[in-house]
C-alpha cells in the first residue's frame, strides 16, 4: 500500500513528460487497476493587458503544504475506492508550454478514478499554500490568483 | 513571548523580507497580529489575506511563545 | 487546427506508455492551453467464475468504428471548447496490466478538459462497435460486455 | 438482390464465419433479415443483438442490392 508513506509532492522547475510514462509503467504489474485518470496543468501564455506570460515562479509555504497534500490524500482514500494516486507539482519557473501539475489515480472501475483525480485537483487548487509569480517576456511581474 | 513570522509571494514582496522572529506581549490573538502586519505593511487587497498559525489556517486563537505565523496570499497551485 | 484531420485510432496491440509521453510532449508548443485529461484502460486481470483473465483480444468493425469514432470527435469540439483531443484503441491481444485505450483532450481550462474526456470515454463505450474476448489463463475464453 | 453480411465477436463465432454474401429477394427489411439470422445460427442472447446497415445502427428499413448488414453483438470498447 503507497497509502501510508509520506510522498514527496514537489519537483523543482517543469514535470518531464517522461515522469508521466515512468509512473503509468510503473502501474502495469498491478493487474486489480482498470482505469487511470491523469490531469495535468500546463502554463498558458496569457496575454495581460498587452504582455505576454513566459513563465511562472511557484514558491510554498512547503511544509504547512505537505501536511495539506497528506490530509488531502488520506480523505480521498477514505471518499473513493482507489488503487493508488499521486500528485507532483512544480516549485521554481516552470515556462510556458510546460508541465506545473501531475495527478494521476487508479481504480478498478473507470468512474472512481476520474472522479478521485477531480477531486485531488479541486483540493489542491483550494486548499494547498501555493504562490504563483507570472513573469512576462519583458520580465516584469504579477501574482497569480486561482479563480 | 517570541512569535516566527513568515511571509509569502505578494506579501513577502510587500514585507520585503521572508520572515520574522517579532518579541510580543502575551494575550494577542492571531487576528490583532494579522491586522498589525497589514496595517504595518499597507498590504494591498487585505481581505485576500489568510494566515495559518503552526501550519492551521486559523485566527481566533491567542498566541503562545514559540508559535509560527504564515501570512498567506491567495493560493495559486496547480 | 488537428479537428478536421481524419485520425487513426486503432493501434495494433497494447498502448506503450511511452506514446503517452509522446503525445503529451507534442503539445509543449501550443501555448494556449492550461491543461489536459487523460483517461487510460487498462486490462484487469479479474477472476471469473474461478478463472483467472490473461488478455483481451478486441477486435472492431473497424470502417464503422472509425465512422462513429469521428462523429463523436466532431459532437465533442460543438459540445466544449477544447484545443484538441486524441484518441488511441487497441486492437489484437492486450494482456492484463497493458493499456487498451488512452483519450486525451487538452483547453485553455480544467473543467473543459476534464469534461471532454469524460464525455470521450462514455462515448466510446456506449457507441464504438468494439468487442473483447476475454482469454483467461487456461486458454479458454469469454466474451466481454460493457456495464 | 445481393446482400453482404458481417458477423463480429461472438456473432462471428455462433455463425462460424465473418460474412457471407446472400441473395434475397426484394422487399426484405433489416429487422426480418436479423430474425432469421438470429434463428439459423440459434443466436444466444438475442435482444442484444443490434444490426448496422451501410454502418447505420437501424432495423426498421427496407434492405436494397448491395447494402452491408452487420451483426453486432455487445460493445466491448474501452
Redesign the interface.
Known sequence: MDKKKPKKVFVQGAIP??K???S??N???????????????????DEIEGKTVAAID????E???E?VFHEIRETAFSKFDITCAHIY?SLGTVK??????FVFT?S?H?KIA?EA??YF?EE??????????EIFEDETHQ????K | MKIRL?Y???IA?SAGKNDEVLELNDGISAKELKARQIERFELPDPE?VQI?VN?NLEEEVELKDGDEV?F???????
Open positions: 513528460p517522461e508521466i510514462a515512468g503509468i509503467a502501474h502495469q504489474s498491478k493487474t486489480n487497476i482498470g482505469a487511470h485518470s491523469i490531469f495535468l496543468g500546463q502554463i498558458r501564455a511557484y514558491s510554498a509555504y511544509e504547512m503544504a501536511k507539482h510556458t508550454g510546460e508541465l506545473c501539475l487508479s478498478a473507470r476520474i483525480c477531480n485537483v489542491i487548487k483550494a486548499k494547498v499554500p501555493i504562490f504563483g509569480k501574482w497569480k490568483v486561482n | 513568515r509569502f509571494g505578494m514582496e485576500s495559518a501550519q504564515a498567506l496570499p491567495p493560493f495559486a497551485g496547480g
